[in-house]
């Protein structure tokens, strides 16, 4: 009878044990010799027999890689095959072996012994009473739940709130050596990931995936987010795909060229051939991971401070080949000198050059050629011409085409969708992602904007000068037209000086500063975005109040600037009596506006722009008196 039992303890029910299928091994109850406290005691032992034999059952199934299907990783149970669920059964085999060992003790102790009682068979399995019913109804019948449908990492996650949830010491140590042998599983992924490039993942388990639409190099591959454990921080993630990707950069700079789904293979350094990383990196990051895979406890601090050395130094050589190798504190200038029309001379050229063409709608078929033929005539007649590293990259590209008709100052406004061209190349197109450039070229077409009527502005002053040949009548007449031009282009006047000096020339410095004092690409990047973000910020692009009266100042002075073209006769003092109220009226409430950011935001910026327009108080002074009159009316009214 009791070795009949230790057989059903192995998974081997007998005549006086059966088998109830799905329901689990009880004593017959048709046999006359046994108690009915013994048949409940029996019941009891060999109910953990039955869960050994499911648990058995699955693990024979799943932790043999050669019955594993790559191409579908969906068994007919309904499980998700792979390398977790493998070694998730190689860490329960452990167990059970641990669980065949004491049922070897037990029978040394019947066969020294037949008249050894139940009381002490179960005793003796007093534990694995706990640990093996628990590994079959939290993990194993989980696993088979189709509607939870755990696979790869998410594996872990259950051994992981199991780990937490639990009490018993017993159970948090078996769970603990279970999640040690999925985590082996990961730090492998990770090391063929962080040191070669390599993603290690034909079940589609890890948390990394190729990236269907990639923009840019680092790009190439994305967060599976339904993979990330929820006990590992989303940014240990996100340094780990980082770090890869960096690693696959720099390879590339070897001209390695890695598809986006490396296969498994067993000596990976065979693959790799020369790289940028040097091998005392490949060594010490090799080291890290081992320590990591070797420990049979997690510790999520030490987990966290390995990923961490590895991230830093890969990230400093991606540094060195961004900054020092590519040359990017000289693309940056090249970037402001294009962008932000930082080469004056140049743009002040281009301006001119195509001064024509630009006072009637670009032409549908040839307006971009030849806006493109004025920018490469005014390179010749400037300092762009000697810059062989960074002009022959620049072009011009109209995004829209409006319809033709129409003549100026109306035109003026069909060429804001002129944008600037510049090509980047690798590496440079980490930093420069197409969304990064297309926030460069929002700021260059305000510039360009602003460029433009403070242009047009300047050349209505040789006619003014010439009105110094009329009467004392004459010259008084056109008093106000001068007085407005004058007023218009102060404000025009300061305004770009404090875009291109306190804003983007203070901007730039800094940018510059930070990069030379980072040493790490992540640093690069985030003070390059934020470098971008501030001078949109302070040039108002986004402030819809701000740009909108900045934009009714420019019409304004389009408007004027068309009254001097018709020339001394064609002035109409009505018209500029108009002109001038909504000139004194938008100039007062873009002051306003300016002041009111001021003193709700820590500015010096706005400091400076506010002091230069209003340094005899005439802003100020202008707009109480605005005020006072506006007040007047409406209680008129």
Not at 140 to 149: D, E, F, G
Request: with cysteine.
């Amino acid at each position: 009878m009791l070795h009949e039992l230790l057989f059903a303890l192995l998974g081997h029910p007998g005549e006086i044990i059966t088998h109830k299928i799905g329901e689990g091994f009880f004593v017959r109850a048709d046999f006359p010799h046994f108690h009915p406290s013994e048949v409940t005691l029996l019941n009891k032992i060999v109910n953990i027999g039955y869960h050994y034999f499911v648990i058995d059952q699955f693990t024979q199934k799943h932790r043999r890689l050669s019955s594993i299907q790559k191409t579908s990783s969906t068994n007919l149970s309904g499980v998700n095959d792979g390398l977790y669920l493998r070694g998730l059964c190689n860490g329960i085999s452990n167990v059970l072996d641990s669980y065949r060992a004491e049922i070897i003790e037990i029978e040394k102790k019947i066969l020294e012994d037949p008249q050894t009682p139940l009381s002490f068979i179960l005793n003796t399995l007093a534990d694995f009473d706990q640990i093996i019913p628990s590994i079959n109804i939290q993990i194993i019948q989980k696993i088979q739940n189709s509607t939870l449908n755990y696979h790869g990492l998410q594996i872990s996650s259950l051994l992981h709130n199991l780990i937490v949830t639990t009490s018993a010491p017993i159970l948090k140590s078996t769970f603990s050596h279970l999640l040690s042998h999925t985590h082996k599983i990961l730090i492998n992924q990770s090391t063929a990931w962080m040191i070669y490039g390599l993603l290690q993942d034909p079940f589609h388990e890890f948390f990394i995936k190729p990236n269907p639409t990639p923009t840019t190099p680092d790009t190439n591959f994305i967060l599976r987010t339904e993979m990330v454990p929820e006990y590992i921080p989303l940014r240990i993630v996100e340094k780990i795909l980082f770090s890869g990707c960096t690693v696959r950069i720099l390879n590339q700079q070897q001209g390695i060229q890695r598809s986006a789904s490396d296969a498994v293979a067993p000596d990976i350094s065979s693959q790799i051939g020369p790289r940028l990383l040097p091998q005392t990196d490949i060594q010490y990051f090799t080291k890290i991971l081992q320590n990591l895979r070797d420990d049979p406890q997690w510790n999520p601090l030490e987990f966290e401070c390995g990923i961490d050395k590895i991230h830093s130094r890969v990230g400093t050589h991606l540094w060195v080949l961004l900054v020092e190798a590519s040359g990017l504190p000289d693309l940056l200038s090249a970037l402001k000198d294009y962008y932000f029309l930082a080469k004056g001379e140049f743009w002040q050229c281009f301006l001119e050059e195509s001064r024509g063409l630009m006072q009637m709608p670009p032409k549908s078929m040839s307006g971009e050629h030849d806006v493109n033929v004025a920018l490469q005539q005014a390179a010749l007649k400037s300092t762009a011409r000697d810059d062989t590293d960074y002009f022959p990259r620049v072009s011009l590209k109209l995004s829209e085409t409006p319809s033709e008709g129409g003549a100026f100052p109306q035109a003026f406004e069909s060429w804001k969708n002129l944008s600037l061209v510049f090509k980047v190349e690798w590496p440079i197109d980490l930093l420069l992602s197409p969304e990064t450039l297309e926030k460069y070229n929002r700021l260059f077409q305000f510039l360009i904007t602003v460029k433009r009527v403070q242009i047009e502005l300047q050349r209505a002053w040789p006619p003014q000068m010439l009105g110094r040949q009329l009467s004392v009548s004459g010259r008084a007449r056109l008093m106000p037209v001068w007085l407005l031009r004058r007023n218009m282009a102060f404000l025009i006047d300061n305004f770009q000086y404090y875009l291109m000096v306190d804003v983007l020339d203070t901007q730039y410095t800094l940018l510059q500063r930070k990069i030379q004092e980072s040493k790490d690409f992540e640093t690069v990047k985030k003070v390059h975005s934020e470098y971008l973000s501030t001078i949109t910020s302070q040039t108002f692009i986004h402030s819809k109040a701000i740009s909108n009266s900045i934009k009714s100042i420019f019409d304004l002075a389009l408007q004027l600037c068309n009254i001097f073209s018709r020339g001394q006769d064609g002035i109409d003092l009505p018209e500029i009596t108009d002109l001038q109220r909504s000139f004194s009226l938008q100039a007062g409430l873009f002051f306003t506006l300016l002041r009111s950011v001021s003193t709700h935001v820590e500015s010096p910026h706005l400091t400076h722009l506010l002091l230069f327009l209003d340094y005899n108080k005439y802003f100020t002074i202008a707009t109480q008196k605005f005020h006072i009159q506006e007040g007047g009316n409406t209680r008129s009214q």
